[in-house]
Structure formats: C-alpha cells, structure tokens
C-alpha cells in the first residue's frame, strides 16, 4: 500500500508594492488566488524587504520579534511617532525611513535642504538604550541630504561652525562646518556592530553621488541638485581634513542622501546588501530545502531589479535547490531576458486590462489574486 503523498511545498516571499499594498497584503492576495486552484498544499508566507520601506516589518513578522515605539524628530523638525524592532532577543531592526522618509513629508512639504537625518540617529539611541547587541538600518526612502549630519549630531557629535557654535539641521548647514568633534559621541556604538542595508552603490558626491541621483525625488531642481553636491562635496572634505577618513569615493556613502556616510564614519557601520542579509536573518534556506515552488514579486520590474532588489535575490537563492521561481509584479519596462537568466522563470504582470494607476490601485487586491491563480495554474501546467 503506497504512503500518503507529501503536500507540494510553495514559499510565497514578495516585496512590497510601494504605495499600493504591504507585503503582507501581497503575499495574502497570491495565497487567495492560489486557493481558487487548489487548497492541497502547504504554503510558506515569508515577508520580505530589501533595506527600504517595510523592512522592519518583514523582519519582526519573520522572525517572531517584537515592536519598539518612540516619539522622534521627523524631517522637518515635527514629531513623529517611529517604531523599531527586537529580534532574537538581541538585534535591533531600525527603518531610517520610520524617522527621516519621504512618506512623512506633507503634500508640497519637501525640500532637501531643510530635511534632516537627526530622528534615525535618536531611533539608533534608543536601540542601545534597549541593550541591542546588533543594530541592522534599512535606509531607504529617505528625504534627506544631510550626509547624515542631523543622525550624527543625536548620536553626540558636534559640528562647529567658525564662531565655535553647533551648525543647525539640515543640508543647508553644511557649508558652515569648520570643525568636528566626536568626543561625546554615544559610548555604545563602540560596543555595538551596525549594519547598513542598502541595495544602493552611489558615492556620495558626483554624477553619481546622492544628491544628483537622489534629489531630484527629494525636491530639488537642477541648479539645487549642483549646489546640493557641492555641500556634501565640502562635508566630504572636512571628515577626511579633521577625521582622516576618506568617504568621498566609498562604496554606498550617497545612499540616502549621505546618510550611508555618516554611518560609515561615526558609527563604523557595516555595508551590507540589504536583501542578502535579509534573507540570511529570515533563515531562507531552511524553507527552501523542501520546497517545490517559489512566487516572489514586487511592485515594479525593470532593469533595476537586477541590482539588489528582493525578486532576484530570492531567484538566486532558490536556484541553489533547482526550484522554479515566479515572479508576480505590479508592471514591467523593458526587455526582461537579464531577469530570466538571473534566474526567475516566468514574470506574470498583474495588469490584465488597460487601466491606469489609480484604478490599478483600486483594484490591486483583485489583480494580484487573479495574477496568484494564473501562477498556481502555470505551475501545475508545467508538471504535465
């Protein structure tokens, strides 16, 4: 008489679709539509993030952590009310975002010369404060270009300008910065690993940097863009002057906005990428060894999603155990055959119809779910 037959393993590990639905509320949506096939399955939902929006969220849901609420100083010096999160009992998981985002920005609000850093450096407090023996910082979505100034300055680190006096917030200060002290920097970082968790490579000044890349979502205009540059160009310059550390050309110093370099410089952080580190928190493998199918997704695909960006990262990694991989996302752009070879097998896009963004939106629950039903049913169609 033969055994029972094990139940088809799929993991369901989707980003967020920015602005439209959580990563939660995906990966739910794809489970719907899966049902609608079948319910003679054992599905696997692992929130997932790459270092921006929702990565604190993805991290304490998948590892069972707990939530850390505080009262910081939002980008434009207003409070706003910011979690954190405990992992393990021991990590902290920080959203720069949660303090410094653009999403905190009223409508016509933005403005990168006023926006500072300064409630990402008093979430990094309270992470000590708790006792956290590692801290992990998803920074992006960010609203700043302050180089990270403003987290510096909550951190304990003075900038002076040439009467010897504090420098204000904000990116428009750094011109004014004569002298750096570190001398009553917070103690604890020296005990305290962090580790940055970027998809982003920019240096921080340059065609390249922060604010020629970055400004322009942040609210400046090209002429601002340039002199935005030259700010971080002069702050870049006086770490290597006073500090004898030289960030100008580091690998990530321009994710946002610099903050990547104030990390680097004062809290010694660690540049990590921020999918592969998530995945390797989440313990990805142990789900994967098992399983017969993976549907990940993200809000856009395109040529970008080859750098660092979840969908990828999860294809490479099932591709260790030869496992087909489906990705379902919000739209595509452009030629998809490097998003094929880097290992998804099939991208299903949710719009079905022409629609347009508001009305995707609308109906993003219905899309997705559809958009579940049709993977569930390619997978099935593939083991005939």
């Known amino acids: 008489m033969g055994g029972i037959m094990k139940k088809k393993k799929i993991i369901i590990a989707s980003d967020s679709y920015k602005g439209s639905a959580s990563t939660i509320e995906v990966e739910n949506f794809i489970e719907k539509g899966i049902s609608r096939v079948t319910n003679n399955l054992e599905i696997v939902k692992i929130p997932i993030a790459d270092g921006g929006e929702g990565t604190v969220d993805a991290l304490v849901l998948g590892c069972k952590g707990q939530y850390k609420y505080v009262d910081v100083m939002g980008p434009y010096q207003e409070l706003v009310r910011a979690k954190f999160g405990i992992i393990n009992h021991k990590s ?21 010369y006023e926006a500072t850093s300064y409630g990402t450096g008093e979430l990094i407090n309270e992470a000590l404060k708790f006792g956290a023996e590692e801290i992990f910082i998803g920074i992006g979505g960010s609203a700043t270009n302050d180089g990270g100034v403003g987290m510096a300055q909550a951190l304990g680190v ?17 011109a004014k910065i004569v002298n750096i002290d570190t001398t009553n920097i917070n103690p604890k970082l020296k005990q305290v690993p962090i580790y940055i968790l970027s998809d982003v490579t920019n240096t921080l000044c340059g065609p390249n940097g922060a604010s020629h890349v970055y400004g322009p979502q942040k609210g400046a205009n090209k002429e601002q863009v340039l002199h935005l540059d030259q700010l ?13 550390i030289d960030i100008l050309e580091a690998e990530g110093a321009g994710a946002a906005g610099g903050l990547g370099a104030g990390l680097l410089v004062f809290c010694e952080a660690k ?6 580190k998530i995945l390797e928190i989440l313990n990805i493998h142990n789900h994967l060894r098992d399983a ?6 993200e809000g856009r695909m395109d040529s970008q999603s ?8 999860i294809a490479k990694l099932a591709k260790k155990y030869n496992l087909p991989v489906i990705a379902i996302v919000g739209s595509t ?7 094929y070879q880097a290992g998804i097998d099939l991208v299903i896009d949710i719009i079905n119809q022409p629609m347009t963004l ?16 049709t993977a569930m049913r390619a997978f099935l169609l593939s083991k005939f």
Request: hydrophobic share 35%.
């Open 358 to 373: 508001d009305h995707a939106i609308k109906d993003v629950e219905w899309l997705i779910t559809n958009a579940g039903e």
């Open 271 to 276: 540049m990590c990428r921020g999918i592969t």
């Open 232 to 244: 971080l160009q002069h702050y870049g310059k006086k770490i290597k002057e006073k500090l004898d």
């Open 333 to 339: 752009e452009g030629d998809l055959t490097e998003i």
């Open 92 to 112: 902290a998981v920080i959203e720069m975002a949660q303090a410094s985002g653009l999403t905190l920005a009223k409508h016509g609000q933005l403005n990168p």
């Open 292 to 297: 017969d199918l993976v549907i990940t997704g």
């Open 306 to 313: 080859l750098n660092g960006k979840a969908p990828v990262g």
């Open 158 to 174: 003075s900038f002076h300008d040439k009467n010897g006096q504090e420098i204000g917030l904000g990116a428009k200060e750094l």
